[in-house]
Nanobody, 122 residues
Framework: QVHLAESGGRLVQAGDSLRPSCAAF????????MGWFRQAPGMELEFVAV????????YYAESMKDRFTIYRDNAKNMMYLQMNSLKPEDTAAYSC???????????????WGRGTQVTVSS
């Protein structure tokens, strides 16, 4: 079992960078693949990125792979999403999730945080 809590979301301007964090509470963090998803108002939940349990493998949504970087620190039970060159269309609630798989489907994820709001002004 693992509990997740995101932080670091805030209002920024277009072109800025931001690094939301995901803290994991529980002894089994390092066995999970971890993902980021986002949901804009009125939109479906969207896959952003996933990282393997070791951090050695990552996969991104095509539209974000050139601007976002996912990484983790298992010693600190933390995961991060470095977001650069932010655009207004990146505005969404960003949630982290844990999975024993390593996919891009929300249905593969067993544990979820509540999300942190990122708002990008033009």
């Amino acid at each position: 079992q693992v509990h997740l809590a995101e932080s670091g979301g805030r209002l920024v301007q277009a072109g800025d960078s931001l690094r939301p964090s995901c803290a994991a509470f529980g002894r089994t963090f390092s066995i999970y693949s971890m993902g980021w998803f986002r949901q804009a108002p009125g939109m479906e939940l969207e896959f952003v990125a996933v990282i393997s349990w070791s951090g050695g493998s990552t996969y991104y949504a095509e539209s974000m792979k050139d601007r976002f970087t996912i990484y983790r620190d298992n010693a600190k039970n933390m995961m991060y999403l470095q977001m650069n060159s932010l655009k207004p269309e990146d505005t969404a609630a960003y949630s982290c999730a844990a999975s024993t798989f390593a996919g891009s489907s929300r249905y593969e994820y067993e544990h979820w945080g509540r999300g942190t709001q990122v708002t990008v002004s033009s």
